[in-house]
Each structure stands twice: as C-alpha cells, then as structure tokens.
C-alpha cells in the first residue's frame, strides 16, 4: 500500500511538472508570436528588408548587374509575373516568365518620350509574344527633369493597385539613382579639389625649391644634389595618380620633405618639433590631408613673420580616433575671414584649409572637419581627428 502510494505520488509529481513545463513553453512561445507584431506589422518589414536588400544593387545607378540583383527581390513587392527595368537604351534586367525574352523596347521608348505611365492591354497594343505575358504597367524612372528609365510589370490583369504599386516602385528606384548620381558628383567634387590641391602646391613651392636647389649648385654641390633627390620623391608623391587615401606614416614622410626642402630657403629660421605616436603611423587618412596644413603654416604664418619660426607636429590615439595637430607661431588668422574662407565665400589664400576641411567632411562626416584656434598675432593650431578603424577605405 505504501509503494503504491508513493508510485501514485510520483506519476501525480510528473504530471504536474509536465504541465507546468508545456504551459511555460506556450506562454513563451505566445509572448513571441506577440513580439513579431500582427500581420501588417510583419508586412512592413519585409517590404522594408525587401527594399534594402535592393537598394544595395542600385548605389552605383542603372547597370545592368545591379538591376538583374535587385529586380530579383523587387518582383517579389509587386507580386507580377514579369518585372523589367530598363535605361533609355534597352532593358537591363528581365525577372519571371518563361522563354525568350521579347522585345519591349518600342513600348519602353514611349514612356520614355511621354515621362507617362502607360498602360498597354491587348493585341492591338501588344505584338504577340508579349499578349502572352498579359498586360503591361510601365512608369518612368526619373532623375531631376530627365526620364533616365523604366520600370515595368506584367500580369493577367493590370488593375489599378498594380498601377500605383509599380509608381511607387518606379519612384523608389528614382531616388536609388538620384543618389547614386549624387555620390558620383561627389566623388568628382573631391578629386576636383584634389587636383586644386595640386595645383596650389605646384607654382608656389616648387619655384621657391628650385631657386633654393640653384643657390647650393655652386656654394654646396653635395647639398643640392641631394635636395634634388628630395624633390624628385616629393613631387612624385604629390603628384601620383592613384588612391584617394594614403597612411599617416606616408603623409609624414612626405612632410618630412617638404621641410627638408623648406629649410634649405629659411636656414635657421625654420625649426620643427615632432611628437608622433607609433600607434597612428598606419592610420588610414585622405592624400594630401596634412601637408596643405603643414604648407599653410609654413607660407602664411611664418613667411610673414620676422625672425625664427616654430612648427610643432603631433598625432597620437584619442580613443577609437587617431588626432594630429599642426601648431605655429606665426601671425596667426582673423577668425572672421577664416570663416568666410571655410564656408567658400573667400578665395585666394587659405585655401588649401577649405579643401582639406570639404574633404575630410565628405569622407567622415560634419563632425570630422578641420577644428582651428587662431586668431591675429597669435599663431594658429589646426586638429584633425579621424577614426583609426575604416574598413572602406583602401590605401
């Protein structure tokens, strides 16, 4: 009696632990379900992972690789048979049906011309091969005034929903393309101040090198060799054509030389101080980033100053960011007009503090431009501050 008793507490135990156990589970499993949101909350999402998944195929405009991959997950959004998309010369992606692909083209070039959605039903409109496919939506793909492309759907039936869903698509790969073509005017401003860069260093400084390389010709032939060498390794990193981003250890060297050949034009008057963390050495920074600032001490703090001049350097980790300072104790810049000539309301002089200042905020952001204390007699401190980790950019 006694084991049965106990047998029956046992399985009674079980039981109820067996329970407890299901119920927990439900309770989790209903406390899920209600963190994924109701139907339409669910449908938002996937229409908003379905248009990012797109969006990344379509960064650099209408190419034919880029809309193949994103017409694969756009068809999906209008739930057509066939979905295309075309520029103003042919069809660059063909998503759905069977076969070969027809020719759409003459029906592409009338929305093309019109800037219209069109509709196009029946055999009247459509030539054989496409009535197989049913009808067809298209609307224009625009780009500030211009009709650039289309996109397009085919189903049984072409009802008004379709319609406005293929707009709204139409609109949405608009934007893409806008802001692919913004990205590319860009990149174009950037090498375009790139090569200003350039250019400002080129009339100035390499007169001043080669008037002081010809005065050691005679009075030191060793010194002006070898100055020349300087030059010549200066000018070929100045000047290369390939990459957009260099080191800090590459930058430097490149200042080191600038200097070399400045000293030999101020002598004693020039004199450096450099403080240079190892851990930023390979931080990865836009070309020609630090020495417009090292020139823009050198030229208009102390070429004006009488007497001898101090050019300090520093760069060292602050954190996920690599710092470096420029600071001389030349004559210094009314803030007024540095303003005016970082804002691009000012030309002439400075300028090379405009375009580093531009570039560093396209590449990193607003929050990444140039900070600059100065002010009239009181010399002038530049900070740059980039981040030390940037996967994107390439040396």
């Not at 396209?362 to 140039?370: N, P």
Request: proline share 3%.
């Amino acid at each position: 009696m006694v084991s049965a008793a106990v047998d029956t507490a046992l399985v009674f135990s079980v039981v109820v632990i067996t329970l407890a156990v299901v119920a927990s589970l439900g309770f989790r499993l209903s406390r899920s379900s209600r963190d994924l949101g109701s139907d339409a909350d669910r449908a938002t999402y996937a229409t908003l992972h379905t248009a990012a998944l797109a969006s990344e195929h379509l960064r650099e405009g209408l190419t034919p690789a880029g809309a193949r991959k994103a017409s694969r997950h756009l068809r999906g959004l209008l739930r057509c048979d066939v979905l295309l998309i075309s520029d103003d010369a042919g069809v660059l992606a063909w998503e759905g049906g069977r076969g070969a692909q027809p020719d759409v083209m003459a029906l592409v070039q009338q929305v093309l011309e019109s800037g219209r959605t069109q509709i196009f039903r029946g055999q009247t409109v459509l030539d054989v091969d496409l009535a197989e496919l049913g009808e067809l939506v298209l609307s224009p793909v625009r780009v500030e005034n211009r009709v650039v492309g289309t996109v397009g759907a085919f189903a049984g039936v072409v009802n008004a929903g379709l319609v406005r869903a293929t707009n709204e698509l139409a609109g949405w790969v608009s934007t893409q393309v806008q802001l692919a073509e913004l990205d590319s005017s860009r990149r174009l401003l950037a090498e375009a101040e790139l090569r200003a860069l350039r250019a400002q260093i080129s009339p100035h400084f390499i007169y001043n090198s080669l008037n002081a390389i010809a005065s050691f010709i005679n009075t030191d032939p060793q010194r002006a060799r070898e100055l020349v060498v300087e030059f010549a390794d200066f000018t070929r990193y100045s000047f290369r054509r390939h990459g957009d981003f260099t080191t800090v250890a590459e930058e430097l060297l490149s200042i080191d030389r600038y200097l070399l050949l400045e000293r030999a034009r101020f002598g004693d008057r020039l004199r450096v101080s450099l403080n240079v963390g190892p851990e930023v050495l390979s931080t990865v920074i836009p070309f020609l980033s630090l020495q417009p600032l090292v020139e823009n001490a050198v030229r208009h703090g102390l070429d004006s100053k009488d007497g001898i001049g101090n050019i300090t350097i520093t760069a060292h980790d602050v954190g996920p960011y690599a710092e470096v300072t420029i600071e001389d104790d030349g004559v210094g810049i009314d803030p007024e007009h540095l303003r005016s000539v970082l804002a691009g309301h000012t030309e002439g002089v400075h300028v090379g503090l405009r375009n580093v200042d531009s570039r560093l905020r396209q590449v990193y952001g607003d929050d990444h431009g140039l900070v600059i204390d100065t002010a009239p007699g009181a010399g002038t401190l530049i900070t740059m501050r980039v981040p030390k980790s940037q996967p994107g950019h390439r040396v």
